[in-house]
């Protein structure tokens, strides 16, 4: 089992100073195995905080990112599957399906973490898995009207299955959902693609956590 953090659109401390206090107090070291970060860190400080929390960080770079460093996307290998990292600007509209569906063909990957819109979002297309944690701080986006949710995401990478716990931050409180998703098998293999492939619901957090 590996514990990944899914966060990103932190965008500190251009539009917020700090991630929200009950999010720190659940992101502690020698839990979380690895780090994915969609973008807009933005500063070394914030950065440097990440690394705290795990021996591990991937990060693609945003718009907001003060690192011209970070590369604009990752392909990152867990066991059986293709993690693909984009930040979410090739991504036009913003988080289209299509879209991302096209982009997630062209990377070659079996699941696509991307950013940029704010919003929290898990779902299976096309036999592919894509996340976006949302902003863990919940910052503006001129993208909706108002703040967005506080929200990240953790992944239980078993093999071909990945189970996505996500943390909104709701009217002060910690809310935690889930959702699953298993690799389709090849066609050879005779079984139905998809199968096995759940959808969200209230969720504990994963064991060890």
Partial sequence: MVLVLVIGD??????????PAKFKKLLVPGKIGQIICTGNVCDKETYDYLRTIAPEVHVVRGEFDENTHFPLSLTIPHQSLRIGVVHGQQIVPAGDADMLAALARQMDVDVLISGGTHRFEAFEFEGRFFVNPGSATGAWSGLWNGDATPSFALMDIQGPVIVTYVYQLVEGEVKVDKVEYRRPEPPKD??????????????EVPAGW
């Fill in 10 to 19: 932190l965008h500190i401390p251009t539009l917020t100073h700090d991630l």
């Fill in 190 to 203: 005779n079984i139905a693609a998809g199968a096995g492939a759940g959808g969200a619901g209230r969720a």
